[in-house]
Each structure stands twice: as structure tokens, then as C-alpha cells.
């Protein structure tokens, strides 16, 4: 016969959640024991059913009980062995553990996107590997254009798309203006940042750096908007009202009229600071969309206008936070990180100053 009380004894001893699975395996499984009682119910006259049924079901009640009581009380248990261990002191200072931080070209990235915003510009993204047709066609530079002299790229091994075109890891952020007028209907603002390639390397050169696109597209857009959105856009990431702008004729396959952009400075203990008229210093190309690259996206020159802008990132943050070697940007080096590096609670904002 089964000993009932040394059952419930064992299962209320049990003391973890293996040992309390056996003890059910042993009386309630398939094979077990009470299981076993049960199915000789069956083989019984109605008498001794009436009798002996309702003390089996019992029985079996009773283990089913003591083991959904035992469970909950392994469970609370460890919950409560758990929240021991976790708790958090939160008036402790924070422990000497090694710490991250945001990279200048990430936080330079997070300035723009925080000046633009405010200017009503959604930020853009493309591919970093590209097709011939976004990278050089749809800009107006044709294959065997002296235009694509200007740029060293990067041509992928067999990097056929599906269509058969060659890919190029991509020169510009400037597909992304051909992207983003291939997607969207007008009017547009956008910004586009990140990286692009160029087999270049030295002091201000390296073969990744960071661009950041501007595109408008609008009814009636003309010069006089490129030249107060880029003095908008360089007073506040600067954060001198004094910054001075000047712009040269220049050329771009993609832009009609082109002008590339100068901002002044000064030297001050060695050091690059902008502002004033004294000295001039490339920062950004720019013009207005050239007809034939607003055609390729589909859309009618003659109904739609607008400028466009591609920056380096990198040499706005070495301007801005006073870096000299570009290439120490991606040398990975901790002392050069923690130097330079932000704070993750350093988000920009407008109120705040961008410059955190
Ligand atoms: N894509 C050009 C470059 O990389 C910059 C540019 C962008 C010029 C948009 C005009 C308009 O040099």
C-alpha cells in the first residue's frame, strides 16, 4: 500500500525544483505509483470502487496539492534570494569601472541632425556600396567624364549588381540626393550623413571619411536660399555669430551654378579658430541642382529647383574641437578617445548650445 503521509513529507522536504519534478514523476507520471492506483479502478467491482474510489482521488488530489504548494514555495524562495543579491543602492557613487564614450564624428553627426531638424530637414540614408548609375551616371558625370578623375575610387571585384552595373564604394553622399528624389515626391529637405571612400591617406586625408549631404527641392528655390541655409547652419554649429562665409565660383558635374565655400579665421596660440575675415579655409561644396540630374530622377526641371551641399564631417570637427591629424580619428586609440571622446549624457540641443 502506499504510505501517503511519507509522500507528502517527502514532496514537502524536497528542496529544489529537480527534486520536486522527480517526486511528481514517481507518483503522478505515466508509471507512477498513485497513476497506478488509479488504473486499478478499473478492475474493481462497483462496491469497492464506491469505496475505495473517492480515497484514490483523494490521494491523488492530495500529491497534486502538496506538490503545486511546494512549487510556489521553492519559487518565493528564490525570488526572494534574488531581489537579496539585486538590490541597488542608488546613493552610492558610481563605481570606477571603465567607461565609453561617443566618438567626435558620432557627435558631430548628432549636432547636424539637431541644427537641420530645427530647419525642417528629415535626415537621409544610401548605401555605402553603390551602383555606377547612383555613385557618377544620374550626377551628370558619364563614364570617360574627366569628372570622375577627381575622385580615386574604389572599384569592388566583380561587384556586378543584378542588373550588371559596376559598383563602387561610394565617392560622395551625393547618391543619396539621387535616392532620395527617385523615392519621395517634392518638395524635399534632407540631410544625408556618412562615410564614403577615397584611395587617398595622409594628415587630412584618409581612405574612409564622413560627408554630410544637404538636399532641397522646391518650387522657386534659388541661390539666396543655399547661401542663408549654409550661414544658418555653420553660425549655429560653430556657435559664433561672427562666422563669415565666402563663396567661389567653382565646378561640380551635378550643380549649375557650383560654388565652393570658404569660412574665415584666425590663428590664435597656433590654433585654427573661426570667425572674422582674416584667413579662409574650404569647408563645403554646393550649388544649385543641375537640370539634367532633377531629369534622371523623373521629375520636371522645369516645375521643381533646388540646392544641394556635400560637407566634410571630419573637418568640421577638427575645426570645431581642435584635432590636427585626421587619421588619428580612426586609430581606435583609448588616450586619443577619452581626450577627445563625448560624454553619452552630452546629447546636443538647441537651448544648450550643440556643442554640449
Ligand atoms: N559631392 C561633392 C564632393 O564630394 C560635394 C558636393 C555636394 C558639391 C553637393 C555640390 C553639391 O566633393
Redesign the pocket.
Known amino acids: 500500500m502506499i504510505d501517503r503521509e511519507e509522500i507528502l513529507a517527502r514532496i514537502g522536504a524536497a528542496d529544489d525544483a529537480a527534486s520536486l519534478e522527480a517526486l511528481r514523476v514517481e507518483n503522478l507520471g505515466k508509471q507512477g505509483k498513485v497513476t497506478q492506483l488509479l488504473k486499478t479502478l478499473g478492475k474493481m467491482s462497483p462496491d469497492e470502487r464506491k469505496t475505495e474510489g473517492p480515497k484514490i482521488h483523494a490521494l491523488r488530489e492530495a500529491v497534486q496539492g502538496a506538490l503545486d504548494a511546494r512549487k510556489a514555495e521553492l519559487d518565493r524562495a528564490e525570488l526572494e534570494a534574488r531581489l537579496k543579491t539585486e538590490t541597488l543602492d542608488l546613493s552610492l557613487p558610481t563605481p570606477a569601472a571603465p567607461q565609453g564614450s561617443i566618438h567626435p564624428v558620432s557627435q558631430v553627426m548628432d549636432e547636424l541632425a539637431e541644427i537641420f531638424a530645427d530647419l525642417g530637414f528629415a535626415v537621409a540614408e544610401g548605401p555605402e556600396i553603390e551602383d555606377d548609375w547612383h555613385n557618377f551616371g544620374a550626377l551628370n558625370i558619364p563614364e570617360a567624364h574627366p569628372a570622375r578623375a577627381m575622385q580615386d575610387t574604389f572599384y569592388i571585384a566583380q561587384g556586378d549588381n543584378e542588373e550588371g552595373a559596376p559598383q563602387v564604394l561610394r ?4 547618391p543619396v540626393q539621387i535616392r532620395t528624389m527617385m523615392r519621395d515626391k517634392p518638395p524635399l529637405r534632407i540631410i544625408a550623413p556618412g562615410r564614403v571612400y577615397r584611395s587617398d591617406s595622409d594628415a587630412t586625408h584618409t581612405p574612409m571619411f564622413h ?1 554630410v ?1 544637404g538636399l532641397v527641392i522646391d518650387r522657386n528655390i534659388h541661390l539666396g536660399h543655399l547661401k542663408w541655409t549654409l550661414e544658418t547652419f555653420l553660425k549655429a554649429f560653430f556657435e559664433r555669430d561672427d562666422v563669415e562665409l565666402r563663396l567661389r565660383p567653382s565646378y ?1 558635374p ?2 549649375e551654378p ?1 560654388a565652393e565655400v570658404d569660412v574665415g579665421y584666425s590663428i590664435e596660440n597656433g590654433r585654427p579658430v573661426i570667425g572674422g575675415r582674416e584667413n579662409w579655409m574650404e569647408v563645403l ?3 544649385m541642382v543641375h537640370p539634367k540630374v532633377i531629369a534622371n530622377c523623373g521629375l520636371d526641371p522645369d516645375e521643381w529647383q533646388g540646392f ?3 560637407c566634410g564631417i571630419d573637418r568640421l570637427a577638427m575645426l570645431k574641437y581642435g584635432m590636427d591629424d585626421l587619421r588619428a580619428f580612426f586609430d581606435a586609440d583609448l588616450r586619443w578617445l577619452r581626450h577627445y571622446g563625448f560624454s553619452f549624457l552630452d546629447t546636443p540641443t538647441l537651448s544648450a548650445g550643440v556643442g554640449a
Request: aromatic fraction near 18%.
Open positions: 565617392t560622395h553622399t551625393s560627408q549631404e561640380f551635378f550643380t557650383s561644396g554646393s550649388g544641394a551641399f556635400g
